[in-house]
């Protein structure tokens, strides 16, 4: 008597099924990774906009600008305005401090006065963006706020 050695009909479909069902709950957690790339790219600027906001301050100290309400550093990338040594919410201050002008990638919004948001969607949100929020002094000695930088990624 032949003994054949195989899987029958009904083993297979349940591994077909098994793999299936594997496969559509699985498959969303490795399919969204354009979420997490537009995540990383917004902490990846924030890290920029920090970079550019410690060497502007730290060239202002040196020229001795940093007490100053408006004033120019030059860097690298060229002229970047200043305001208490700490580059100002625009296209001339951390705009051009941390290179993120000029790439296409980025929708800005300066709503208001003083910061400036970027977001790495076509359309500008405020739940996937960085921003950054120029110093401000007051008073006779001046007291300095210093710039900050502060991030939103739930709606990335």
């Known amino acids: 008597m032949n003994q054949q050695k195989g899987f029958t009909l009904i083993e297979l479909i349940i591994v077909i099924v098994v793999l299936g069902i594997l496969a559509v ?9 354009s979420s997490d790339a537009r995540t990383a790219t917004v902490k990846g600027a924030q890290a920029s906009i920090q970079g550019a906001m410690q060497l502007s301050y730290a060239k202002a100290l040196i020229d001795g600008t940093d007490k100053e309400p408006t004033a120019n550093v030059q860097t690298e990338r060229g002229q970047v305005t200043i305001a208490y040594g700490y580059p ?4 001339a201050g951390i705009t051009l401090a941390a290179g993120l002008g000029g790439t296409g990638e980025w929708t800005t919004d300066t709503a208001t006065s003083g910061q400036i948001s970027y977001s790495p969607l076509d359309t500008f949100a405020a739940d996937c963006a960085v921003t950054y929020v120029a110093a401000t002094g007051t008073g006779s000695p001046v007291d300095i706020t210093p710039a900050s930088v502060s991030v939103v990624t739930t709606g990335c």
């Open 88 to 91: 100002t919410a625009d296209a």
């Open 25 to 33: 709950t699985a498959a969303p957690q490795f399919i969204n990774f």
